[in-house]
């Protein structure tokens, strides 16, 4: 019943009873997917991802990558198996690396990659470029090879707290193996990544997502494969989640973050399971009250408008000021894969909680279901499918001050320790009088501070244009306690501010912009949490 667009991988074999498809085909899914992004140390790995083939069972010729820059063609290779690879199950999926040897070791850059898969079906041969979607453009997938790695800081990692797995399948949306996720992230220069799948999907059948299975046989395969891929990953560390459908304080279905949970929370209220039932199992406050202890809990997307077919077909809602208040949410996920007016009406909300003494966090994620290089969504379901260059896989990030285990990632999360950006890095200290120093997310006691900042961004992202120190007295104000403007070293800064004396319980936060970035990105951006100060 879902008359809305989708941003996931396209599920194009569902169609509703009696209506035509223009979008079925009497073939798997074929599709080929990279990294936007690529740190300068890293081969390429190129996933190529089959689905629904135990229906529509194929066999694997061959698969040919071809690397281009600047429209001149600069390597290709084949992998061509001994003899043609069966394929007969519901998900196959192959990661092909491509490694910048020779010629290509110093070439950096944008670049464009042709895939081409050679697949038999019935005896047909059929050669499928980039996707064999109807309706896309079948242009080439862009890869940007960075001259230096992720902008970050010591003790700090970097990841997206928003990401939907293969346990997101349903009618018109899908979403990457968990396992080839790690290795692309890992690519990309990333440590974690939050699997966040969908209540309404986590509950269903393992053969059939329009019918629920109350032993919940997905959400217990989700837990183990998460164990699994953290068990032998070296680089990423994959943080289990769950992005559950409950009711905001108008009855109306809106998504919650779940981060670290092992305790699975039914909530099919906008699931497009049965027609116009939008009934949720939970409330906001509910999930709070029913959660296991060392979960981080963050309001998904929360200023982000439901269109008005998702409101009437779906129930859906929006975060209201009360509903982000509720006692025990951690924070809101206010930036969503672009900067755009929805994240600025975040941050309004957002500072005006913490200048009414909320301790309440922000994080950044994408939202993305799959879709490393680009959106590839059903958007008039059953005929148009749309492709756009946001809310990528890793392109927005929260970074964090924590060790690499979900454990320490969670409760860093839970406890504000955290930086949300498109590119820079940026930390701020309070060295005060009696009691050292306060970092990011923590509380201390002083009747004086001197800030320190430190900020880090490259050619990729852009020099620094401002850097902003935000001194907010809870119960009053903010105001700008100091701006940079013109920096020695556009990329790497270091200050020590003046002693400010306080009098109020008050908060510390920090905020950065670049420009000119090489990028995909040409203006970055990056704001911190804040440091709370007591005056003794």
Same mark, same amino acid.
């Given at each position: 019943?879902?008359?809305?667009?989708?941003?996931?991988?396209?599920?194009?074999?569902?169609?509703?009873?009696?209506?035509?498809?223009?979008?079925?085909?009497?073939?798997?899914?074929?599709?080929?997917?990279?990294?936007?992004?690529?740190?300068?140390?890293?081969?390429?790995?190129?996933?190529?991802?089959?689905?629904?083939?135990?229906?529509?069972?194929?066999?694997?010729?061959?698969?040919?990558?071809?690397?281009?820059?600047?429209?001149?063609?600069?390597?290709?290779?084949?992998?061509?198996?001994?003899?043609?690879?069966?394929?007969?199950?519901?998900?196959?999926?192959?990661?092909?690396?491509?490694?910048?040897?020779?010629?290509?070791?110093?070439?950096?850059?944008?670049?464009?990659?042709?895939?081409?898969?050679?697949?038999?079906?019935?005896?047909?041969?059929?050669?499928?470029?980039?996707?064999?979607?109807?309706?896309?453009?079948?242009?080439?997938?862009?890869?940007?090879?960075?001259?230096?790695?992720?902008?970050?800081?010591?003790?700090?990692?970097?990841?997206?707290?928003?990401?939907?797995?293969?346990?997101?399948?349903?009618?018109?949306?899908?979403?990457?193996?968990?396992?080839?996720?790690?290795?692309?992230?890992?690519?990309?220069?990333?440590?974690?990544?939050?699997?966040?799948?969908?209540?309404?999907?986590?509950?269903?059948?393992?053969?059939?997502?329009?019918?629920?299975?109350?032993?919940?046989?997905?959400?217990?395969?989700?837990?183990?494969?998460?164990?699994?891929?953290?068990?032998?990953?070296?680089?990423?560390?994959?943080?289990?989640?769950?992005?559950?459908?409950?009711?905001?304080?108008?009855?109306?279905?809106?998504?919650?973050?779940?981060?670290?949970?092992?305790?699975?929370?039914?909530?099919?209220?906008?699931?497009?399971?049965?027609?116009?039932?939008?009934?949720?199992?939970?409330?906001?406050?509910?999930?709070?009250?029913?959660?296991?202890?060392?979960?981080?809990?963050?309001?998904?997307?929360?200023?982000?408008? +439901?269109?008005?077919?998702?409101? $009437? !077909?779906? @129930? #859906?809602?929006?975060?209201? %000021?009360?509903?982000?208040?509720?006692? =025990?949410?951690?924070?809101?996920?206010?930036?969503?894969?672009?900067?755009?007016?929805?994240?600025?009406?975040?941050? +309004?909300?957002?500072?005006?909680? $913490? !200048?009414? @003494? #909320?301790?309440?966090?922000? %994080?950044?994620?994408?939202?993305?279901? =799959?879709?490393?290089?680009?959106?590839?969504?059903?958007?008039?379901?059953?005929?148009?499918?749309?492709?756009?260059?946001?809310?990528?896989?890793?392109?927005?990030?929260?970074?964090?001050?924590?060790?690499?285990?979900?454990?320490?990632?969670?409760?860093?999360?839970?406890?504000?320790?955290?930086?949300?950006?498109?590119?820079?890095?940026?930390?701020?200290?309070?060295?005060?009088?009696?009691?050292?120093?306060?970092?990011?997310?923590?509380?201390?006691?002083?009747?004086?501070?001197?800030?320190?900042?430190?900020?880090?961004?490259?050619?990729?992202?852009?020099?620094?244009?401002?850097?902003?120190?935000?001194?907010?007295?809870?119960?009053?104000?903010?105001?700008?306690?100091?701006?940079?403007?013109?920096?020695?070293?556009?990329?790497?800064?270091?200050?020590?501010?003046?002693?400010?004396?306080?009098?109020?319980?008050?908060?510390?936060?920090?905020?950065?912009?670049?420009?000119?970035?090489?990028?995909?990105?040409?203006?970055?951006?990056?704001?911190?949490?804040?440091?709370?100060?007591?005056?003794?």
């Amino acid at each position: 019943m879902m008359l809305l667009p989708v941003l996931a991988y396209a599920e194009v074999h569902y169609r509703f009873k009696y209506f035509v498809s223009l979008l079925r085909m009497n073939e798997p899914e074929v599709l080929a997917d990279a990294p936007h992004r690529l740190d300068p140390g890293a081969p390429l790995p190129v996933m190529v991802l089959i689905k629904d083939a135990d229906r529509y069972p194929v066999e694997i010729e061959q698969m040919t990558f071809t690397l281009r820059q600047g429209g001149t063609e600069l390597h290709t290779e084949s992998f061509v198996p001994p003899s043609p690879i069966p394929v007969r199950s519901h998900w196959w999926w192959h990661i092909h690396s491509l490694r910048f040897d020779g010629a290509l070791a110093e070439r950096f850059g944008m670049f464009d990659l042709d895939v081409t898969v050679t697949l038999l079906r019935g005896g047909q041969r059929r050669a499928v470029r980039n996707n064999n979607l109807r309706t896309t453009t079948k242009r080439p997938l862009r890869v940007y090879r960075s001259r230096t790695p992720l902008p970050s800081l010591p003790g700090w990692i970097t990841g997206d707290v928003h990401t939907h797995s293969t346990y997101t399948e349903d009618q018109v949306e899908f979403g990457s193996p968990i396992a080839a996720a790690a290795e692309l992230s890992a690519a990309m220069g990333l440590s974690f990544f939050c699997a966040t799948d969908h209540s309404y999907d986590l509950d269903d059948r393992v053969d059939d997502y329009l019918q629920n299975d109350p032993a919940i046989p997905k959400w217990h395969a989700f837990q183990r494969e998460v164990d699994e891929v953290n068990r032998r990953s070296k680089d990423v560390t994959v943080v289990r989640g769950e992005e559950v459908s409950c009711e905001n304080g108008a009855g109306r279905s809106v998504h919650f973050l779940l981060l670290g949970t092992r305790k699975f929370f039914h909530g099919s209220g906008d699931g497009a399971e049965q027609w116009f039932r939008f009934d949720c199992e939970h409330t906001i406050a509910s999930v709070i009250a029913g959660m296991e202890p060392g979960t981080a809990a963050y309001a998904a997307h929360p200023t982000e408008e +439901a269109p008005f077919l998702q409101r $009437l !077909l779906l @129930g #859906r809602g929006e975060w209201s %000021a009360d509903d982000m208040a509720v006692p =025990g949410l951690h924070g809101i996920q206010i930036l969503n894969g672009e900067r755009n007016r929805p994240f600025r009406n975040g941050l +309004a909300v957002w500072r005006r909680f $913490l !200048l009414e @003494g #909320r301790r309440t966090f922000i %994080a950044a994620g994408n939202d993305a279901h =799959g879709n490393f290089n680009r959106f590839i969504q059903v958007f008039i379901p059953f005929v148009y499918i749309a492709e756009r260059p946001h809310q990528l896989f890793g392109r927005m990030r929260t970074l964090v001050r924590s060790l690499n285990t979900e454990r320490n990632i969670v409760d860093a999360l839970a406890s504000g320790r955290s930086v949300i950006t498109s590119g820079p890095a940026l930390g701020i200290e309070v060295e005060t009088e009696t009691h050292g120093l306060g970092r990011i997310g923590d509380t201390v006691r002083a009747r004086s501070i001197v800030v320190k900042t430190v900020a880090r961004s490259t050619a990729e992202f852009g020099r620094f244009t401002s850097l902003r120190i935000v001194l907010g007295t809870v119960g009053g104000t903010e105001r700008v306690l100091s701006e940079q403007r013109s920096f020695t070293d556009p990329f790497s800064v270091h200050t020590v501010g003046e002693r400010v004396s306080l009098d109020a319980f008050s908060y510390i936060r920090a905020e950065a912009e670049t420009t000119d970035g090489e990028g995909t990105d040409r203006d970055g951006f990056c704001h911190t949490n804040p440091i709370w100060i007591t005056p003794e």
